[in-house]
């Protein structure tokens, strides 16, 4: 076989329309072989011819794409010392923009014989393990262009590949669970007629489905352990040729796009596939186990860990940063994704052992002109020492707030003393925000996800029930933060459905009511549940599937989101791009006079009601004309004013609405026990009955000479106070 001198750059595999350039780091081979696979598993292999600034590279011509290929690097084998080259495996490319089949656990894939971890393993992992595919760089894009709704706009959908398609019934059978049934018009129909602006994938980067779950009948189905940063993974393609999971993929957004939804992808560059010391020898390892991966540092056979799952990568080698922004940057470029949400966000702040926000990943990301004009949204913690920090995040970045999650949960199962912070977190929480200069849309919020009940479980279990999973119940979160509201799971009393009904209606209202972005997790529109399992991360199967067969409850409760999302889209008071002037956090009286807190009987909210034991009542003024923002002509937004009536108590509350000085005549717009019909109007200071756990809005809409409002809306004070 021919092969040239090629060029350092690009890394992987690059086909030019004549022929394909390869390039690999290994900073410590002697060797390395370039490995060509063809369609019955034979395997030629050919040296590298040249080596620039650790860069191993050569030019094959007339190599195509759908090439199957490897390297295999010789150097040095001492794990003492941190290094693990082995040439018997056979290794991905870091990257490879495509990847074909599947690990399956098979002792070659180790560097250790099983049984004996100190004893060296020379067997040929090829045949057992993946393969890097050449893929085809051309695509027609047309006239793609990214919807870039503003943050303050944004409605993020969290969905999973698989998980929200394989069952719904306007899907072909053949395209279900793929990115071709995500592009499905069916599929679109329903994101786009619920009103979400983006749809944030679960992990789409090629990840190992690990054995020992696979022995189990079980299967990674979550997709947190990636191997390859380039590549889209291949089990979600529904063509299934080498390399064709990459048209299909771009195919996906670009029917996305037209539909004017945002993909947002979560990326989990805080770790790889490969496990710890006794993990298998899949790519890095084999190429440069200690550029790679953070290593003990008294101690180089082990690895640093700060996210659960065997290593870390190293976030101060500037290979490792180099790949992750060339990975940012593809996804970007070439594949047309609008954002990204960074797992386990603290790890990459950790350049030594400390959380940093001003580390080196997050200097190169401000500074990258294509990074950072699109979404960074950070998980903001990790396992590691100080690693929760939420709040703690650059100004570019907006964080998954999980304060507000734990808040809004507390605050409607009737934990008590959780009113003011309740507050703090309906209005966008400055308290958390504010002060490094960020706005409102620094906080994503949500009330779950896919870690953790699914909504419908979260009014309907106290308790996990995890079984399934193999694991002796042992497994995720014990303390959850939900209410069963009367019986664990299934009932058929009709009190307790109607409050868990309830329940959820007042939930997903005060997530889309709430100043910063809202997220949804996929099915909870539909009541979806997962009989109590909090943490599905094994189950590729109906229990963690969205189901589509609705009854009339589960009709009732998409129709009642759907209405919701159209309240926020319609109205900027909702979703402002900064912060009250009048914020619970800010204290004292506003000039602008946009936000006022009331009691339940009409008065302004004093410090001893915000922080009375069983308080779990509050009334909030929203002045529509005084947004205090410009529209993109300039002109002030004026919107309708709105009063949202919150009821967590154990029992039915009669709330007197404000005076006229606030607005004469209010008309009902959405009540979650529907005791209140839409279009029903109230005059000023009338009384109106709520009953127990649950939410009324009412709006009015401006007035035609605006009017400073007398009196002074006494502020809640910061949950610390």
């Not at 063809?38 to 794409?65: F, I, K, M, N, S």
């Not at 771009?250 to 979560?266: R, T």
């Not at 609008?338 to 603290?346: C, H, V």
């Not at 903001?380 to 998954?400: A, C, I, K, N, R």
Request: hydrophobic residues 35%; charged residues 20%; contains cysteine.
């Amino acid at each position: 076989m021919r092969i040239w001198p090629g060029r350092p750059y690009p890394f992987g595999a690059t086909y030019d329309g004549t022929g394909t350039n390869f390039a690999v780091y290994s900073g410590v081979a002697e060797r390395v072989e370039l490995c060509l696979i063809a369609a019955d598993g034979t395997e030629e292999r050919v040296d590298l011819p040249e080596v620039d600034a650790y860069v191993w590279h050569g030019y094959v011509p007339a190599l195509q794409p759908g090439q199957r290929y490897g390297y295999r690097v010789h150097g040095p084998y001492d794990p003492e010392q941190g290094h693990r080259c082995n040439p018997a495996k056979l290794l991905l490319d870091p990257y490879a923009k495509a990847i074909d089949g599947q690990i399956d656990g098979d002792q070659s894939l180790f560097s250790y014989q099983f049984g004996t971890p100190g004893t060296r393993n020379d067997e040929d992992s090829a045949g057992h393990t993946m393969t890097s595919v050449v893929v085809n760089p051309f695509f027609d894009w047309g006239h793609d262009h990214p919807p870039q709704h503003e943050y303050h706009d944004s409605v993020i959908y969290e969905a999973h590949v698989r998980g929200l398609t394989q069952l719904h019934p306007g899907v072909p059978e053949e395209l279900r669970g793929t990115y071709a049934a995500l592009a499905h018009p069916a599929v679109i129909e329903h994101l786009t007629t619920l009103g979400v602006t983006a749809i944030e994938l679960m992990p789409v980067h090629q990840f190992v489905n690990d054995p020992t779950l696979v022995e189990k009948g079980l299967s990674n189905y979550w997709g947190y352990n990636t191997i390859g940063f380039f590549a889209p993974h291949n089990g979600y393609a529904a063509y299934t040729a080498p390399g064709q999971q990459v048209q299909e993929f771009k195919a996906m957004v670009k029917a996305l796009h037209a539909a004017d939804i945002e993909v947002i992808l979560d990326v989990v560059y805080n770790h790889t596939a490969e496990g710890n010391e006794l993990g298998p020898t899949l790519s890095f390892r084999g190429l440069d186990n200690a550029s790679y991966y953070r290593l003990v540092d008294d101690d180089q056979a082990h690895y640093f860990d700060t996210t659960g799952t065997g290593n870390s990568l190293l976030m101060r080698s500037p290979h490792v940063l180099q790949m992750i922004m060339d990975s940012l940057r593809y996804w970007i470029s070439e594949m047309h994704v609008d954002g990204f949400r960074f797992d386990l966000a603290a790890t990459l702040a950790r350049q030594f052992h400390e959380v940093d926000r001003l580390s080196a990943f997050f200097d190169i990301v401000q500074q990258d002109p294509l990074i950072s004009q699109v979404k960074l949204i950070a998980e903001p913690w990790d396992l590691g020492d100080g690693g929760y920090q939420v709040g703690g995040f650059p100004p570019l970045w907006s964080e998954w707030n999980g304060r507000y999650r734990d808040t809004v949960r507390d605050f409607w199962r009737g934990e008590p003393s959780t009113l003011a912070e309740f507050a703090s977190r309906l209005t966008g929480s400055s308290d958390l925000y504010e002060h490094t200069g960020r706005r409102p849309i620094a906080s994503v919020n949500f009330v779950t996800a896919h870690d953790g009940f699914t909504l419908a479980d979260l009014v309907s279990y106290n308790e996990k029930h995890n079984d399934a999973n193999g694991e002796g119940n042992r497994d995720g979160e014990s303390f959850n933060r939900s209410w069963n509201c009367g019986a664990e799971g299934p009932t058929t009393d009709p009190a307790i459905r109607k409050l868990r009904a309830r329940q959820q209606r007042n939930l997903i209202a005060t997530l889309l009511f709430s100043q910063g972005v809202p997220m949804l997790a996929h099915g909870d529109e539909l009541g979806r549940t997962q009989n109590g399992n909090n943490n599905g991360y094994c189950q590729d199967n109906e229990l963690t599937w969205v189901d589509w067969d609705l009854d009339e409850d589960r009709s009732a409760l998409l129709e009642f989101t759907q209405s919701v999302f159209r309240i926020r889209s319609e109205h900027p008071a909702l979703r402002r791009r900064r912060f009250f002037a009048g914020d619970p956090d800010h204290g004292g009286e506003s000039d602008l006079r946009d936000i006022a807190w009331f009691a339940p009987d009409g008065t302004h909210m004093s410090s001893a009601s915000w922080h009375a034991e069983q308080a779990r009542a509050v009334m909030v003024f929203l002045n529509g004309e005084a947004i205090g923002e410009p529209d993109l002509r300039g002109e002030p937004i004026v919107d309708d004013s709105f009063l949202v009536l919150y009821n967590a108590q154990p029992e039915p509350a009669t709330f007197v609405l404000p005076d006229a000085e606030y607005g004469e005549d209010w008309t009902a717009l959405l009540d979650t026990d529907s005791r209140v019909e839409e279009g029903q109007t109230f005059a000023a200071s009338a009384s109106l009955v709520l009953e127990h756990h649950s939410l009324v809005m009412l709006t009015r809409p401006p007035v035609e000479t605006t009017r400073t409002l007398a009196g002074t809306p006494a502020a809640a004070p910061s949950p610390g106070a």
